[in-house]
Structure formats: structure tokens, C-alpha cells
């Protein structure tokens, strides 16, 4: 099996034993990007020489005698929304085009010190608005399955990067869905951690009390072991959560859903969901019940508002977030002829700078915060957030985890909902609760739907740090499927 | 185009004030408001900031506990309520010294509500309610070159320096105040005077208003006499000293009264006061009043001060001025007048200081109030922008009581002091100042004295004793002031054989 073949588990075992090297697992990834990328699209900036250097020294360290952590030399492609140092950090807008940060984002970082090496930037929906990755300014990402498709969004150049084989590992941030709908649309595992469980620092913000970042793999146990190098405590960003980072290796390894009590939204399914999608859900269900769960139907019934509620918050707090893109210490500056007054250049900046999708949620969220419509909009939707997080903890008490479809339907065709920004929302339809509320969700692999042959997501929810229970009942439905499948669902991608 | 103004005892014939004021004080934090850099004043442009307070893509604010300290310890010593749970929130409206384009600040859950202030005025109480204290963040300063006003419009270019961007601002809100009648401007610069000494003695701020570590925006409107309902504001900014506070109230009330005695109406609106003319400019209107779009602030957790803390925070506040200035009047023996009079001409705090050095307080009085004050006088300056400090002060009331020096001497010295000729031993050396205290150098004086004047020296054998004056006058005189003149009173009387 090739080195781009295997899993980051078994890479960083190989280089620590010195069967392989980290150059030598860089050289092979950098090769299948340069190979497929023309196809896919899923970087937005590599720096091969770069790469290598980095490869050289984590190779050089281990070579030490230093101890780093078990994914040491293995490589890892950021979205472009975590700021790198050494690397350009654009958000995928054209208005940071070019732009260098002078620091490295604490997952970043934290990375770097585990000794992983940065492949480079991985495309995404403008600042991370959008569920299918054509809003970047730089193009769409295609999905490895299907070119003609969308890989997901807002993180879909990282699913794309991992579904191709690009990488082993990417990070990615759901603030509705982000890292669950691209890993449920390419056949690959995606991680929402608590909120509050990975810090925020040097994330670009889209909506600060909602974006996560979180992992994106190719297996369950690969997500955990990158999942656990980033989290934990930092004092940079105060709504990080000063707790331990919960169990989540051990939990991927334990893979067992023996005696767990597994409850069904009762909300999700139905009209506008794809009856390929539901009837791998329903196969979902039976394996966990073979498996020894016990599964029952639970009612959440505030989940109905949770997508309207979303699209106050998040562009309430876009709109306030993005205010600091004005052209005066960074990014692109437009008009500046020396005859126009500051307020002129930074509102001809933002014009040029940004694309229709950030400027639609820029508007809607500035008019949500208006004075005479605060309480009616903002002020109604954190009232729905607040009944939400009630719903998941009513839920949490008769249940160890809540399943549901990631998303309602399979990947669909570049452009299709293009000019349809309300089709494009209900993308996200069953993860934004789990944003709203706070809490862990994750996303695996269930198979394909019939009609069309493309990756179904199976989306497990789990309470505020129980991150666990999602590793836990992820990696047993991976193993019971893949022994069915007979390998990793990923395997029957057509080649690139 | 100037503004009419009505005089004053006419607009306050006709009219009634109701102040307010908006004080914004500056922390004397080590760091700004949420992240490390550090708050020094001077520092060359652009020099203390990092990613956070220049709101790079990415960075995140956290806030500065020592800073949500300060603030509480001020509302206490302002006698408000703590909130239990408070949240920050953003204010969203774009300016170029602004980095995020928000500022973070509080909205409708100030940390400290609901307390009050008094300060005397004229031998009166006024209690100044206070509406609210809550903690932001200080902008950048952009300084716009070119043109004729240096305020943006017109400017040639703008720069931005954003060392400032972030600092802690304290900003103290008080409830209308009316019923100051003809004397609102004094109350409003007694508020400010007493505003700025409880800071100093919380010890939170260096509340210098020539550099803007405190700044006062002060309303004023104006209703018929008689009327029940308050008149349209004004807000003027840029008064940057509690003279200009004073003057700026006064102006302002001459102005609206001139309008509305004429059926005009006030436009509600930011004024600028200018120092120079005493008189305010329009600013920006506030008809259409700006949407900050308030939301609660969701990078930041909310406040939740422990009340066991709180508790501890009050207990250990220091004692407040009003109480010291009690004590101290009765410690010094000084008349409620003289209080007064050191009061308004700021020296409380310098004569206070003077005693600390060790002078007694009479002395410390007497100097500051007297000859160093009329020296403040002719140079046009404050008392305590005067180049001297209250230790040497003290220390020339030490040389005076050991007899080192008597008061002619001692005004010779501060005279030196403030030339920057060093400090007051300095002084004396430099210019050879000591009383002569050297009996031989003495005595050869006398013989002089008494050679010369034989007809005063019989009269004195004569037991004539009071004629002794003009004989030590004469030794004065001839020493140039440095003789003791006790000293050489009884050095006569012994030559000339003569006891009291």
C-alpha cells in the first residue's frame, strides 16, 4: 500500500520507528497533489520546498531524540480561515488577498509542536459561508467522487483533501455544519467538538459564539488523535473551556456501543430528505441495535427553529465580525487615489473585497441588530437557542447519544443551488443544533445512497464534553460497516 | 459664523440648567484592556500593539482583571450597586481609529449602577447621582494633517497611532442633575474636581486631563423657569481641564439661552469647546441618532464578581477624599474659608503632601498658598505644574525651624529651586544663603554696628532695651539678610552690658 494510502495512526508510527520519514511521507503526498489537484481544486496555496523543509526538521528532531506526539511527521493540510505564520491566510476572500499573519493561530501552533507538517491551505466558502464551496473567491473545490459535484462547504476544500488522498489529515471549523456536511458529502469523518473545547485564537471569525474547529479523517481513530493534538485550554480565547480534554483516543479505540441508549430525532426525516440518504439511516439504526444498543425515538421539537434562529445569530454576529476587513492595516484597498476620504475607500474595499454571499449575511445581520429590530430578530433567536439547549439536554437525559443524517441529501451538482441561497441553507438542516447548543457532533461514513452512488453521513450527537460518546459510537459503526463493506467506504471512489 | 450668547445673569433670570455628566477615565493598568501590551503614554507611534489591539483577522480579545478590579473599586468608593452578572458588549460603528469597527464597551449591564457623589459648593452639599460606572476600551488617536481646524474634514491625510487602542476607559455616567440653578458651572467643575480626587486617591488613574487620561463630555439644556420639562441637549466634547469644564457650562448655557429667548430651538448635538475663546463649535449632529447596533459581546464570558470580593474590595477601599479633607481640616485646625480656598486653588493635595514630607501644616499652607502661589500667578501656570516638589518644600520649612534660614532666605531659596538651580541644600550653597550662624563673623558685624551708631548703643546702656532694633537692623543689613537675627539681638545686648 502507498504511504498516501494508509492511515495517519499508521504514518506516524512508521516514521517514529524509522521505517519511513516524514520527507519521504511529504514527497509522496506533495506528488498526489501535484497529480490531482488540476482536478480537484481543494488548496489554495502549497509551498513544496516548504513543505520539505518542514518535513526535514520534524525528521531532524525525532532524529534527536525528541518526543512528540504519536502523529509526528505526518502531514496536515489547514482550512485557510486558521492564520499560519509562514503561509498567506486569505479566508478564501479576495479582500485578505496576499495577506501574511505575523502569527500562528493556537491550533496551528499546537500542531507545529506535535511535530505535524503543513501541507499547505485548503480552500473554502468566503469566510466560511456556505455549504458547497463555490462562494470561495477562488474557485470551487470538486468532490473526489463526482467532479461534477460540490464537495461540501464551508470546509470542502479539507474534505476534498482528505477524500483524495491529498492528505491524511485536515483541520477544519463548523460553526452550522462546516466539518460534518463536507465529510458526510465525501465519504469521510468529520468532528464538531464542545464549543469551547478548541480554541478559537487566530480562527477567522464568521460567528465567534459558534464557529468550532475541529478534524477531519479518513477513520475514526485518526479524527480522535488529531482531535486530542489541538484541544484543550487556552487562556487566549476566554471562552475556551478550562476543563480536560475528554477521553477521546481511548474512546475511538473502544469502539463499542454495547448497552448505550441511542435516541432518533423524530424531527429529521421526511419531506426534503433524499430517500437514499433515509434508507441508509434506517440501515444505520439496525446495525447499532445488532450492535446491542437500544435505540428509541426522541422529540425535539425546538429543532424545527433551529435553522431560522441560525440565520440571525450568524450573521448578527458576521456582520460585526467583518467589520474590521476596511482597508486600512491589511488586506486589499481599493480607490485610495488620494482624493477620497477614508470612509469612501473603506466602503469601495468592502464592495470589491467581498462576494455576494458575505455581503447577503453582512446585511441580513445588520439589519437583525437594529435598533427597533434587536429583540424582535437577535433577541427572539437566542430565545431559540436557549429552548434548543434545553431540548438536547431533555434528550440527554433519556439518551447517551442522538443520531440523525448529516445532511438531507448526497453531494449535488456544482451550481445547482448556486442562485438559490435558501436551497443551499438546508444543507445544514440537522447540524446546526448541535452549533446552537454547544455541544459535540460528529460525522461517519454509512454508506451510499441507491439513486446515486454518492456518500451518506451518518451524524452522532453527543452532550457538552462528551466528545467521547461521538468517537465511541462512531469507530463501532465504522468497524461493523467497513466488515461489511469489506474496507473503508472510500475505497470505492472512482480513481482520480 | 460666532454665536450669540445672552449674558449670563439674564439667561439664569430666565431660564433653568439641568447638567449631566460623561467622564471617561483611563486605568493605570500595567496592560491595556484585553491583551498584554502595555499602557505607557509617549511611547513612539505604533510601538505598543500586537494582533489583538490592531484586530488582526483571528485574534481575540481577553479581559484584563485588574481593570474589572479597578472599576468596581470605583463604584464602590461612588457608593453604587455591583452587578452580580454583567456582560461586555460591542458597539458597532465604523472609524478609522477604531481596529475592529466595533469598540468593545457594556450596554444595558453596566458592572456598577445607582450611586452618587457629593461635593460642596459655595459651603453647600450637592449630591451628583450616578446613573452608571462601566468599563471599555479605549480607541486609536488619529491626528488629521492639513487644513485649517486639524479635524478631519479638510484634512490633507489622517495618521493613526494605536497605542492607545485598548486601554482601559472607566466611563462614569451621571443622572441628570438639575436644581444647580446660577451655580451649574461650579458644580459641574466641583463633580470633575472631586471625580478626579477619589481616582487619585483609589490610586486607579493618573487622571491627567491635559493628556486625556480623563475626559469629560459635558450636557447641558435649558428649560424656561417655571417649565416642568427638560430642554433639548447639547454634549461638548474636548474640554480638557476643570477650568474649561466650568467655562465650557457657562458658555454653553449663554448660548442656549440667546436662542431660546429668540424662539429658536436647540439642535440635539456634539459641541467641541475651544480653550481659547471659551465658547463651543458645532460637532456632529445627533437628530438622527447613530444605531450602534448594540449585541452582547460573544468572544468574552460574562462577569461574575464573587461577592466575598466585592466585600473585601470595599472594606480595603482607602478613605475618600470628602473624609480625609474632614480630617485633615481638623488635624491642621484650618477654617472651613482657608479649606476653601486651598480647594480651589488645588493645592489640597500638595499641601497634604508637604505635611507627609514632615513640614508642619501651617508652613506647608503658607508656602503653597502664599509665595508659591503668587508665582504660579505670574508664570501663568498651576500649582502644581510648578518645577518644585512638596519634599522640598518641606525641607526648606525644616531649614527655616533649625533657624538655618528665615522666611527672606527661604523665598530666595524656592526662587532658585524653581530656576532648576537644584534642590534647596543646592541652592543655599550655590548662593551662599545660610543664616550666619558663626559667632566670631557675628560679633566683628556688631562692633561695626555699634562703632557706628554710638547714640543708640548709650541709649540702650541706658536701659533704653526697644532702641536694640535699629542695631540689629543694621547687623541685617550688613550681613545681607544671612545674620540670625535672635541670635544677634542677644550678642549686642551682652556687649553693651545690658540685661532684659
Known amino acids: 500500500m502507498s504511504l498516501i494510502h494508509k492511515t495517519a495512526a499508521e504514518l506516524g508510527r512508521l516514521i517514529a520507528t524509522g521505517e519511513t520519514s516524514s520527507v519521504e511521507v511529504a514527497q509522496a503526498h506533495?506528488?498526489?497533489?501535484?497529480?490531482?489537484?488540476?482536478?480537484?481544486?481543494?488548496?489554495?496555496?502549497?509551498?513544496?520546498?516548504?513543505?520539505?523543509?518542514?518535513?526535514?526538521?520534524?525528521?531532524?528532531?525525532?532524529?534527536?531524540?525528541?518526543?512528540?506526539?504519536?502523529?509526528?511527521?505526518?502531514?496536515?493540510?489547514?482550512?485557510?480561515?486558521?492564520?499560519?505564520?509562514?503561509?498567506?491566510?486569505?479566508?478564501?476572500?479576495?479582500?485578505?488577498?496576499?495577506?501574511?499573519?505575523?502569527?500562528?493561530?493556537?491550533?496551528?501552533?499546537?500542531?507545529?509542536?506535535?511535530?505535524?507538517?503543513?501541507?499547505?491551505?485548503?480552500?473554502?466558502?468566503?469566510?466560511?459561508?456556505?455549504?458547497?464551496?463555490?462562494?470561495?473567491?477562488?474557485?470551487?473545490?470538486?468532490?473526489?467522487?463526482?467532479?461534477?459535484?460540490?464537495?461540501?462547504?464551508?470546509?470542502?476544500?479539507?474534505?476534498?483533501?482528505?477524500?483524495?488522498?491529498?492528505?491524511?489529515?485536515?483541520?477544519?471549523?463548523?460553526?452550522?455544519?462546516?466539518?460534518?456536511?463536507?465529510?458526510?458529502?465525501?465519504?469521510?469523518?468529520?468532528?464538531?467538538?464542545?464549543?469551547?473545547?478548541?480554541?478559537?485564537?487566530?480562527?477567522?471569525?464568521?460567528?465567534?459564539?459558534?464557529?468550532?474547529?475541529?478534524?477531519?479523517?479518513?477513520?475514526?481513530?485518526?479524527?480522535?488523535?488529531?482531535?486530542?493534538?489541538?484541544?484543550?485550554?487556552?487562556?487566549?480565547?476566554?471562552?475556551?473551556?478550562?476543563?480536560?480534554?475528554?477521553?477521546?483516543?481511548?474512546?475511538?479505540?473502544?469502539?463499542?456501543?454495547?448497552?448505550?441508549?441511542?435516541?432518533?430525532?423524530?424531527?429529521?426525516?421526511?419531506?426534503?430528505?433524499?430517500?437514499?440518504?433515509?434508507?441508509?439511516?434506517?440501515?444505520?439504526?439496525?446495525?447499532?441495535?445488532?450492535?446491542?444498543?437500544?435505540?428509541?425515538?426522541?422529540?425535539?421539537?425546538?429543532?424545527t427553529y433551529a435553522l431560522p434562529a441560525y440565520y440571525l445569530i450568524a450573521p448578527s454576529e458576521c456582520s460585526s465580525n467583518l467589520a474590521r476587513f476596511?482597508?486600512?492595516?491589511?488586506?486589499?484597498?481599493?480607490?485610495?487615489?488620494?482624493?477620497?476620504?477614508?470612509?469612501?475607500?473603506?466602503?469601495?474595499?468592502?464592495?470589491?473585497?467581498?462576494?455576494?454571499?458575505?455581503?447577503?449575511?453582512?446585511?441580513?445581520?445588520?439589519?437583525?441588530?437594529?435598533?427597533?429590530?434587536?429583540?424582535?430578530?437577535?433577541?427572539?433567536?437566542?430565545?431559540?437557542?436557549?429552548?434548543?439547549?434545553?431540548?438536547?439536554?431533555?434528550?440527554?437525559?433519556?439518551?447517551?447519544?442522538?443520531?440523525?443524517?448529516?445532511?438531507?441529501?448526497?453531494?449535488?451538482?456544482?451550481?445547482?443551488?448556486?442562485?438559490?441561497?435558501?436551497?443551499?441553507?438546508?444543507?445544514?438542516?440537522?447540524?446546526?443544533?448541535?452549533?446552537?447548543a454547544g455541544n459535540a457532533a460528529i460525522s461517519v461514513p454509512c454508506g451510499r445512497a441507491d439513486e446515486d452512488g454518492l456518500p451518506v453521513g451518518l451524524q452522532i450527537m453527543a452532550p457538552v464534553l462528551g466528545d467521547d460518546r461521538c468517537y465511541r459510537v462512531g469507530a463501532a459503526v465504522e468497524k461493523a460497516f467497513e466488515d461489511r463493506w469489506g474496507g473503508p467506504l472510500l475505497k470505492e471512489a472512482p480513481a482520480l | 459664523m460666532t454665536d450669540t450668547l445672552m449674558p449670563y445673569d439674564e439667561a439664569l433670570a430666565q431660564f433653568e440648567p439641568v447638567l449631566g455628566l460623561e467622564t471617561h477615565v483611563e486605568l493605570g493598568t500595567v496592560?491595556?484592556?484585553?491583551?498584554?501590551?502595555?499602557?505607557?503614554?509617549?511611547?513612539?507611534?505604533?510601538?505598543?500593539?500586537?494582533?489583538?489591539?490592531?484586530?488582526?483577522?483571528?485574534?481575540?480579545?481577553?479581559?484584563?482583571?485588574?481593570?474589572?478590579?479597578?472599576?468596581?473599586?470605583i463604584g464602590l468608593a461612588l457608593n453604587c450597586s455591583i452587578a452580580g452578572w454583567c456582560r461586555f458588549a460591542r458597539k458597532n460603528y465604523f472609524y478609522p481609529d477604531m481596529p475592529k469597527n466595533y469598540q468593545i464597551s457594556q450596554y444595558d449591564e453596566p458592572l456598577c449602577f445607582d450611586g452618587y457623589l457629593d461635593v460642596e459648593v459655595d459651603g453647600r452639599t450637592v449630591r451628583i447621582?450616578?446613573?452608571?460606572?462601566?468599563?471599555?476600551?479605549?480607541?486609536?488617536?488619529?491626528?488629521?494633517?492639513?487644513?485649517?481646524?486639524?479635524?478631519?474634514?479638510?484634512?490633507?491625510?489622517?495618521?493613526?497611532?494605536?497605542?492607545?487602542?485598548?486601554?482601559?476607559?472607566?466611563?462614569?455616567?451621571?443622572?441628570?442633575?438639575?436644581?444647580?440653578?446660577?451655580?451649574?458651572?461650579?458644580?459641574?467643575?466641583?463633580?470633575?474636581?472631586?471625580?478626579?480626587?477619589v481616582m487619585r486617591s483609589l490610586g486607579v488613574s493618573d487622571v491627567r486631563m491635559e493628556e486625556g487620561s480623563m475626559r469629560c463630555d459635558v450636557n447641558v439644556s435649558l428649560m424656561p423657569r417655571g417649565a416642568t420639562e427638560w430642554g433639548t441637549r447639547t454634549e461638548t466634547k474636548n474640554v480638557n481641564s476643570l477650568r474649561s469644564v466650568e467655562r465650557s457650562v457657562r458658555s454653553e448655557i449663554e448660548r442656549q439661552a440667546a436662542i431660546l429667548a429668540d424662539g429658536g430651538r436647540i439642535v440635539q448635538e456634539t459641541r467641541h469647546f475651544h480653550e481659547d475663546t471659551g465658547l463651543t463649535t458645532s460637532g456632529r449632529s445627533k437628530e438622527e441618532a447613530q444605531d450602534y447596533r448594540y449585541f452582547p459581546e460573544p468572544d468574552l464570558v460574562p462577569i461574575e464578581p464573587d461577592p466575598e470580593w466585592v466585600a473585601r474590595l470595599k472594606a480595603e477601599l482607602p478613605e475618600l477624599p470628602s473624609v480625609r479633607r474632614r480630617r485633615l481640616q481638623a488635624d491642621w485646625g484650618v477654617s472651613d474659608l482657608d479649606m476653601a480656598a486651598m480647594h480651589n486653588a488645588d493645592a489640597f493635595v500638595l499641601?497634604?503632601?508637604?505635611?507627609?514630607?514632615?513640614?508642619?501644616?501651617?508652613?506647608?499652607?503658607?508656602?503653597?498658598?502664599?509665595?508659591?502661589?503668587?508665582?504660579?500667578?505670574?508664570?501663568?501656570t498651576t500649582l502644581a505644574a510648578l518645577p518644585i516638589t512638596p519634599a522640598q518644600i518641606a525641607r526648606v520649612t525644616e531649614l527655616v525651624a533649625s533657624g538655618a534660614l528665615n522666611d527672606k532666605l527661604a523665598r530666595q531659596v524656592l526662587e532658585g529651586v524653581l530656576a532648576g538651580e537644584g534642590s534647596p541644600d543646592d541652592v543655599v550653597a550655590a548662593r551662599g544663603l545660610q543664616i550666619v550662624n558663626d559667632d566670631g563673623e557675628l560679633s566683628a558685624i556688631i562692633d561695626q554696628v555699634i562703632a557706628a551708631n554710638a547714640d543708640a548703643a548709650d541709649k540702650i546702656r541706658g536701659g533704653k532695651i526697644a532702641a536694640v532694633g535699629a542695631l540689629v537692623g543694621g547687623v541685617m543689613k550688613a550681613s545681607r539678610g544671612k545674620a540670625d537675627a535672635g541670635r544677634a539681638r542677644q550678642l549686642i545686648l551682652d556687649k553693651l552690658g545690658v540685661t532684659e
Open chain 2, 31 to 73: 496592560s491595556k484592556m484585553f491583551c498584554g501590551c502595555p499602557t505607557a503614554f509617549g511611547a513612539p507611534p505604533n510601538t505598543h500593539v500586537c494582533p489583538v489591539c490592531l484586530a488582526l483577522p483571528g485574534s481575540l480579545p481577553t479581559a484584563n482583571e485588574m481593570a474589572i478590579e479597578s472599576t468596581i473599586r
Open chain 1, 326 to 436: 476596511d482597508a486600512m492595516r491589511y488586506g486589499l484597498r481599493v480607490g485610495d487615489d488620494g482624493t477620497r476620504s477614508a470612509e469612501e475607500v473603506m466602503a469601495l474595499t468592502r464592495a470589491a473585497g467581498f462576494g455576494p454571499e458575505v455581503k447577503r449575511r453582512i446585511m441580513l445581520g445588520t439589519y437583525a441588530l437594529s435598533s427597533g429590530y434587536y429583540d424582535a430578530y437577535y433577541g427572539s433567536a437566542q430565545k431559540v437557542r436557549t429552548l434548543i439547549a434545553r431540548d438536547f439536554e431533555a434528550a440527554f437525559h433519556q439518551v447517551d447519544v442522538l443520531i440523525s443524517p448529516t445532511t438531507p441529501t448526497t453531494a449535488f451538482p456544482i451550481g445547482e443551488r448556486a442562485d438559490d441561497p435558501m436551497a443551499m441553507y438546508l444543507a445544514d438542516l440537522c447540524t446546526i443544533p448541535s452549533n446552537l
Open chain 2, 129 to 197: 447621582e450616578i446613573e452608571r460606572v462601566h468599563l471599555e476600551e479605549d480607541t486609536g488617536k488619529s491626528t488629521h494633517v492639513g487644513g485649517a481646524t486639524g479635524r478631519i474634514q479638510g484634512a490633507d491625510y489622517s495618521i493613526v497611532d494605536y497605542n492607545r487602542a485598548g486601554i482601559p476607559l472607566v466611563e462614569i455616567v451621571t443622572k441628570p442633575i438639575p436644581g444647580t440653578d446660577r451655580l451649574a458651572p461650579e458644580v459641574a467643575r466641583a463633580y470633575a474636581t472631586e471625580l478626579r480626587e
Open chain 1, 30 to 303: 506533495l506528488d498526489r497533489i501535484a497529480a490531482v489537484e488540476p482536478k480537484v481544486h481543494a488548496f489554495l496555496h502549497v509551498d513544496p520546498d516548504g513543505v520539505l523543509a518542514q518535513a526535514r526538521a520534524v525528521d531532524e528532531r525525532l532524529a534527536a531524540g525528541e518526543r512528540l506526539g504519536p502523529l509526528a511527521g505526518v502531514p496536515i493540510a489547514h482550512k485557510d480561515v486558521f492564520t499560519t505564520a509562514d503561509m498567506p491566510t486569505t479566508a478564501g476572500s479576495k479582500i485578505l488577498e496576499g495577506w501574511r499573519p505575523p502569527y500562528d493561530a493556537t491550533v496551528t501552533q499546537r500542531l507545529r509542536a506535535a511535530g505535524l507538517v503543513i501541507l499547505g491551505k485548503t480552500n473554502l466558502d468566503e469566510f466560511a459561508m456556505g455549504s458547497s464551496t463555490e462562494n470561495s473567491a477562488y474557485g470551487p473545490t470538486r468532490n473526489p467522487w463526482d467532479l461534477t459535484r460540490i464537495p461540501g462547504g464551508s470546509s470542502g476544500g479539507a474534505s476534498a483533501s482528505v477524500a483524495a488522498y491529498e492528505a491524511p489529515l485536515s483541520t477544519g471549523t463548523d460553526t452550522g455544519g462546516s466539518i460534518r456536511q463536507p465529510a458526510a458529502v465525501t465519504g469521510i469523518v468529520g468532528m464538531k467538538p464542545t464549543y469551547g473545547g478548541s480554541s478559537r485564537y487566530g480562527l477567522i471569525a464568521f460567528a465567534s459564539s459558534l464557529d468550532t474547529p475541529g478534524p477531519f479523517a479518513r477513520n475514526v481513530l485518526d479524527a480522535a488523535l488529531l482531535h486530542e493534538a489541538f484541544s484543550g485550554h487556552d487562556p487566549m480565547d476566554s471562552t475556551s473551556i478550562d476543563a480536560p480534554v475528554p477521553p477521546v483516543v481511548e474512546a475511538a479505540r473502544q469502539a463499542s456501543v454495547d448497552g448505550l441508549r441511542i435516541g432518533v430525532v423524530k424531527e429529521f426525516g421526511g419531506d426534503g430528505y433524499q430517500p437514499g440518504v433515509l434508507a441508509r439511516f434506517q440501515e444505520a439504526v439496525d446495525l447499532l441495535e445488532s450492535l446491542g444498543a437500544k435505540v428509541v425515538e426522541v422529540s425535539c421539537p425546538s429543532f
Open chain 2, 351 to 380: 499641601v497634604e503632601a508637604t505635611v507627609a514630607a514632615g513640614a508642619p501644616a501651617a508652613d506647608a499652607r503658607k508656602w503653597w498658598m502664599g509665595e508659591l502661589a503668587r508665582r504660579a500667578n505670574e508664570a501663568g
